[in-house]
């Protein structure tokens, strides 16, 4: 692999994936946060492209990568960069995830042990605490949340805090 920052697509787990690679070593995967694209990460390649090949995908329903469904969930998400990684046959990249990108990381590696060489996660919690919720009221979320209002939106999610 090249430095410079290649852009494609691949379809995988029945949808289109967009994705940038770039540098040259062992397999490293960047899981961007949410509402975020891969271009989170452009800051970070130069440090990371010297020793890794950087894959750097669109997230379902983010940037380029398509949403046929129009629903998005952390298990289906952890679904397609499992079947991202088999896609490209990567083996056993480090995948590191920040924000919803960690919430991936995290479902990627009870999902689908041992597909990753290792999980970083960072900004991102295994348990919706006070502490979560706290910071979500800091950003001006509501204190309180509406579960039945968030059902049609996202009822996985909601699934998800009820059983945190």
């Not at 494609?8 to 995967?29: C, D, E, F, M």
């Not at 894959?55 to 046929?68: L, W």
């Not at 896609?87 to 924000?99: E, H, R």
Request: glycine residues 10%; charged residues 15%; proline residues 5%.
């Amino acid at each position: 692999m090249t430095h410079v920052a290649q852009n494609s697509t691949v379809q995988a787990n029945g949808i289109n994936i967009h994705y940038q690679v770039s540098g040259s070593g062992s397999p490293l995967i960047l899981l961007h946060g949410g509402t975020a694209t891969h271009e989170e990460w452009n800051d970070f390649l130069p440090a990371f492209t010297p020793h890794f090949t950087v894959y750097a995908p669109d997230s379902r329903g983010h940037g380029k990568t398509d949403n046929p469904d129009g629903v998005l969930s952390y298990p289906q998400m952890a679904d397609d960069v499992a079947a991202f990684i088999a896609a490209l046959k990567i083996d056993q990249p480090i995948v590191l995830g920040f924000s919803d990108g960690g919430q991936i990381a995290l479902e990627l590696g009870l999902r689908h042990p041992g597909v990753a060489r290792a999980l970083v996660i960072s900004g991102s919690f295994y348990k919706m605490t006070s502490t979560y919720f706290e910071g979500l009221k800091s950003w001006g979320i509501s204190q309180s949340m509406d579960f039945d209002a968030m059902q049609q939106y996202s009822p996985d999610w909601v699934e998800y805090l009820k059983s945190a």
